[in-house]
């Protein structure tokens, strides 16, 4: 149908003509009330919003290599914890001095932690050196 005529009907009904495909050939028009359109689009992308769930990156960071059983626990107590909010954690040891020269430690550390938190996770990215630092990380296992 025409322009006009369109725009004819859709005034006659206190309505709007919206453009849904103006790409077609012809172009594809739509009488409705605008307004009322993008306030339940609006609502629809509210509701999927409010059902999603935000992960965030946790870091746990080691200085060094020489890490005791009580520190160690205590980072790995931490880690649990992130991991069974549903946060992944990101493991990272600092090499200082001549600890670089001895990667086979952290990979050592980093083993334990994925082992001391194996039952709540599963690493994601395996250990790596990245210059001075190595990393993991880790995500929560999707079982729950």
């Known amino acids: 149908m025409p322009i006009e005529k369109a725009l004819e009907a859709a005034y006659a009904a206190d309505l709007d003509l919206v453009n ?3 790409n077609a050939v012809p172009p594809v028009c ?3 009330d605008y307004g009322k359109y993008r ?3 609006a609502k629809r992308e509210k509701d999927a919003k409010k ?6 990156i946790k870091e746990i960071r080691l200085i060094g ?3 005791d059983v009580h520190d160690f626990e205590t ?12 946060n992944k954690v990101k493991f990272s040891i ?3 001095g001549r600890e670089l020269g001895h990667p086979e430690m952290g990979y050592e550390i980093m083993e334990r932690f994925a082992a001391y938190c194996s039952e709540v996770a599963t690493v994601e990215k395996a250990a790596k050196m990245e210059g001075r630092n190595m990393l993991m990380f ?7």
């Open 20 to 22: 849904i495909s103006p």
């Open 30 to 32: 739509k009488i409705m």
């Open 39 to 41: 306030f339940e689009q």
């Open 51 to 56: 059902n999603q769930k935000v992960i965030e």
């Open 65 to 67: 290599v020489g890490i």
């Open 75 to 86: 980072k790995g107590n931490h880690a649990k914890k992130f991991l069974l909010a549903g």
């Open 94 to 96: 600092r090499f200082r």
């Open 138 to 144: 880790m995500a929560p296992k999707s079982g729950k």
